[in-house]
């Protein structure tokens, strides 16, 4: 019982961390609201915010019930945003009207507004400064548009181009160009954890005899197989295009192998099988 | 320049075809709503609802994504000719009616465009999502879809041939439809989804707000647009890993978003109308549609919904003491149940092998 409340606890604890760290303050703020509209004794917001909220603490937000649920049905990894049920900021601006319109004169509806529009502000996390600015209408890196146009013309529109990347910021290259096909699969990149200084780590990927994986190690790591693996493991999936983050050295590598440089961006360079 | 006209008129069109289905919807239920946005926001289940009994049945044989967007096509224009054939009528009143909101209500519509304005600029702005692994998928089905001409056949992140199709998201067709409107349009999957759609959830969003402030402030107009200014102030000041807002203003062209942006609030705002007014079938009817039709627009409903349904209405039926309540939630969680043993049947028992 003992283990099943703190597991229930954590996996609340870290759902709540994922969604008020940086606003806690408003999530005070929706308690203060609640309890407000509970001692009003108004029967209507009561039943609006008041009971669905103390009902989701007890079964929802019940941590003896809710992860052996979400377990059995295997969705635990979802229920984290269980949070969004809570409607915090609604309860908060509907508060805000409801007391900016108990004041009577237009004077100190705006002052208070103003008050409350810069306290929010100051205690919120602002979305703008996280937002980066977009450099094309695809709302892409300038590098994915490079390395498809770069792609496309050595191929001259051949069809499907059989390509080999590991690097997280390239996936935005099958959603610009589906032409270019990834050899890297999801589970590949996510679940290989290596430790390239560590030759045993790296032996336990190879004696996997893992082609994928093999392919990902090199790539997202920077490990250099023995160049006979990698080439065996890229005649298999018909590679026609690496193409390698600059950080991982390997472009000697590859030109040994007889991959040849067809250009680069600020962080890749893409190279052709020749 | 081009490519904004494109997405604008791919608003319109969503905006244009959910009022359509809104109208017609209110029409059967016999209600006496007289709220355009209304319309419009029950209108877009509406809308996907229809285009999941479409897309489903293709999905599962295989067929082709030319075939669907023909059909779509047709099942479009039939919407159309059902919706001119029934309201041609009630089209002058209509237009006296809203002439008639637009020059006394002004300012308040004034304030709520330059709001959602404000919005949408801002999410025009920004390219990044945190979300790399989830976008790739998404945005990755679409343009995979469009170019491989099948459905959801293909493994976003790799472009080979599933040996079976995904069943985490082989009921959820909203990609599918976006897939629709790239191969129709021409347009690329990334301008449409991350424009196009994002547009259109903060309008739907913004208009669920104000849909709020209707229910809450006795449908004073000053009031609902009063309570859009801070919603849209809070959430411009909720950056969390994942808050709802974080979702709106980063990831809005998810069907994650459409579910924390448009479903749960969509229920809610039910809810409130059902609190208010018990007895009014009608509101248990746009539920009922809502939910139904929410899967096809994000899977996670299926879990989702039922902790929502349950957290508002079994407090209500208990402290009204009311039996029928409890057996309309009830039979509002039927479409929850039913999907969720779809999900269960396709993720354990039965595979659909390209």
Same mark, same amino acid.
């Given at each position: 019982?003992?283990?099943?409340?703190?597991?229930?606890?954590?996996?609340?604890?870290?759902?709540?961390? =994922?969604?008020?760290? %940086?606003?806690?303050?408003?999530? !005070?703020?929706?308690? *203060?609201? &609640?309890?407000?509209?509970?001692?009003?004794?108004?029967?209507?917001?009561?039943?609006?915010?008041?009971?669905?909220?103390?009902?989701?603490?007890?079964?929802?937000?019940?941590?003896?019930?809710?992860?052996?649920?979400?377990?059995?049905?295997?969705?635990?990894?979802?229920?984290?945003?269980?949070?969004?049920?809570?409607?915090?900021?609604?309860?908060?601006?509907?508060?805000?009207?409801?007391?900016?319109?108990?004041?009577?004169?237009?004077?100190?509806?705006?002052?208070?507004?103003?008050?409350?529009?810069?306290?929010?502000?100051?205690?919120?996390?602002?979305?703008?400064?996280?937002?980066?600015?977009?450099?094309?209408?695809?709302?892409?890196?300038?590098?994915?548009?490079?390395?498809?146009?770069?792609?496309?013309? =050595?191929?001259?529109? %051949?069809?499907?181009?059989?390509? !080999?990347?590991?690097? *997280?910021? &390239?996936?935005?290259?099958?959603?610009?160009?589906?032409?270019?096909?990834?050899?890297?699969?999801?589970?590949?990149?996510?679940?290989?954890?290596?430790?390239?200084?560590?030759?045993?780590?790296?032996?336990?990927?190879?004696?996997?005899?893992?082609?994928?994986?093999?392919?990902?190690?090199?790539?997202?790591?920077?490990?250099?197989?023995?160049?006979?693996?990698?080439?065996?493991?890229?005649?298999?999936?018909?590679?026609?295009?690496?193409?390698?983050?600059?950080?991982?050295?390997?472009?000697?590598?590859?030109?040994?192998?007889?991959?040849?440089?067809?250009?680069?961006?600020?962080?890749?360079?893409?190279?052709?099988?020749? | 320049?081009?490519?904004?006209?494109?997405?604008?008129?791919?608003?319109?069109?969503?905006?244009?075809?959910?009022?359509?289905?809104?109208?017609?919807?209110?029409?059967?239920?016999?209600?006496?709503?007289?709220?355009?946005?209304?319309?419009?926001?029950?209108?877009?289940?509406?809308?996907?609802?229809?285009?999941?009994?479409?897309?489903?049945?293709?999905?599962?044989?295989?067929?082709?994504?030319?075939?669907?967007?023909?059909?779509?096509?047709?099942?479009?224009?039939?919407?159309?000719?059902?919706?001119?054939?029934?309201?041609?009528?009630?089209?002058?009143?209509?237009?006296?009616?809203?002439?008639?909101?637009?020059?006394?209500?002004?300012?308040?519509?004034?304030?709520?465009?330059?709001?959602?304005?404000?919005?949408?600029?801002?999410?025009?702005?920004?390219?990044?999502?945190?979300?790399?692994?989830?976008?790739?998928?998404?945005?990755?089905?679409?343009?995979?879809?469009?170019?491989?001409?099948?459905?959801?056949?293909?493994?976003?992140?790799?472009?080979?041939?599933?040996?079976?199709?995904?069943?985490?998201?082989?009921?959820?067709?909203?990609?599918?439809?976006?897939?629709?409107?790239?191969?129709?349009?021409?347009?690329?999957?990334?301008?449409?989804?991350?424009?196009?759609?994002?547009?259109?959830?903060?309008?739907?969003?913004?208009?669920?707000?104000?849909?709020?402030?209707?229910?809450?402030?006795?449908?004073?107009?000053?009031?609902?647009?009063?309570?859009?200014?801070?919603?849209?102030?809070?959430?411009?000041?909720?950056?969390?890993?994942?808050?709802?807002?974080?979702?709106?203003?980063?990831?809005?062209?998810?069907?994650?978003?459409?579910?924390?942006?448009?479903?749960?609030?969509?229920?809610?705002?039910?809810?409130?109308?059902?609190?208010?007014?018990?007895?009014?079938?009608?509101?248990?009817?746009?539920?009922?549609?809502?939910?139904?039709?929410?899967?096809?627009?994000?899977?996670?409903?299926?879990?989702?919904?039922?902790?929502?349904?349950?957290?508002?209405?079994?407090?209500?039926?208990?402290?009204?003491?009311?039996?029928?309540?409890?057996?309309?939630?009830?039979?509002?969680?039927?479409?929850?149940?039913?999907?969720?043993?779809?999900?269960?049947?396709?993720?354990?028992?039965?595979?659909?092998?390209?």
């Amino acid at each position: 019982m003992q283990d099943l409340y703190g597991l229930g606890m954590d996996f609340l604890n870290q759902a709540f961390d =994922d969604s008020f760290t %940086n606003i806690k303050v408003f999530f !005070l703020f929706y308690l *203060v609201a &609640l309890a407000v509209f509970w001692f009003r004794k108004n029967k209507e917001l009561k039943s609006w915010f008041v009971y669905p909220a103390l009902f989701a603490l007890i079964t929802v937000f019940n941590p003896y019930l809710m992860v052996p649920i979400a377990d059995k049905i295997g969705l635990a990894p979802r229920i984290r945003r269980i949070y969004w049920l809570l409607p915090v900021n609604l309860v908060l601006a509907f508060a805000l009207v409801w007391l900016t319109y108990r004041l009577t004169r237009h004077w100190q509806r705006a002052l208070f507004a103003a008050a409350f529009t810069a306290l929010i502000a100051l205690v919120g996390e602002s979305q703008l400064s996280y937002m980066v600015p977009a450099q094309n209408i695809y709302k892409v890196s300038q590098e994915t548009i490079e390395i498809a146009a770069m792609i496309e013309e =050595d191929a001259k529109g %051949n069809g499907a181009k059989s390509c !080999l990347y590991a690097d *997280v910021s &390239l996936l935005e290259l099958r959603q610009y160009d589906a032409s270019i096909l990834n050899t890297i699969r999801r589970k590949d990149m996510t679940k290989l954890i290596v430790n390239p200084a560590d030759p045993a780590s790296v032996q336990q990927v190879l004696d996997e005899k893992n082609s994928r994986r093999t392919l990902s190690m090199v790539l997202y790591y920077g490990v250099q197989v023995k160049p006979s693996i990698f080439k065996k493991y890229a005649k298999k999936y018909q590679i026609q295009y690496v193409i390698p983050n600059k950080d991982k050295g390997l472009g000697e590598y590859l030109e040994l192998m007889g991959y040849q440089a067809l250009g680069e961006t600020e962080h890749f360079v893409v190279y052709k099988a020749t | 320049m081009y490519y904004y006209l494109i997405c604008l008129g791919i608003v319109a069109f969503y905006l244009i075809f959910s009022y359509m289905l809104g109208d017609l919807f209110l029409r059967l239920a016999n209600s006496e709503v007289t709220s355009a946005s209304y319309r419009i926001l029950i209108g877009f289940f509406c809308y996907f609802l229809l285009f999941q009994l479409i897309c489903l049945p293709l999905k599962f044989t295989l067929q082709p994504l030319s075939l669907l967007a023909n059909i779509w096509c047709v099942a479009l224009l039939a919407v159309a000719g059902v919706y001119i054939a029934l309201q041609r009528r009630s089209f002058k009143d209509k237009l006296n009616r809203c002439k008639l909101y637009f020059t006394r209500q002004n300012l308040p519509l004034l304030i709520l465009c330059l709001l959602i304005v404000a919005q949408l600029l801002a999410i025009n702005y920004n390219k990044e999502t945190y979300a790399l692994w989830d976008q790739a998928y998404y945005i990755g089905d679409i343009s995979t879809s469009v170019y491989t001409d099948t459905i959801s056949q293909y493994d976003p992140y790799t472009g080979i041939l599933l040996k079976k199709l995904d069943f985490e998201y082989l009921l959820e067709t909203y990609q599918n439809h976006s897939a629709v409107l790239c191969r129709l349009l021409g347009l690329a999957p990334l301008i449409e989804t991350r424009t196009a759609e994002a547009f259109l959830i903060i309008i739907l969003t913004n208009l669920i707000y104000y849909q709020f402030g209707m229910e809450f402030f006795a449908q004073s107009r000053k009031k609902s647009v009063f309570l859009v200014f801070f919603l849209s102030w809070l959430n411009l000041f909720s950056f969390n890993l994942t808050t709802s807002a974080e979702f709106l203003y980063f990831r809005a062209f998810e069907g994650k978003t459409i579910l924390a942006c448009t479903i749960m609030p969509m229920v809610f705002l039910l809810f409130l109308k059902i609190a208010k007014d018990q007895q009014n079938r009608n509101h248990w009817i746009t539920l009922f549609l809502v939910v139904f039709g929410s899967f096809g627009l994000n899977m996670s409903s299926i879990y989702m919904l039922p902790f929502e349904l349950s957290i508002c209405f079994i407090p209500l039926a208990l402290s009204q003491k009311s039996f029928s309540l409890m057996a309309r939630y009830a039979a509002c969680l039927l479409p929850c149940l039913l999907y969720g043993a779809a999900y269960l049947a396709t993720k354990h028992l039965f595979y659909i092998y390209t």
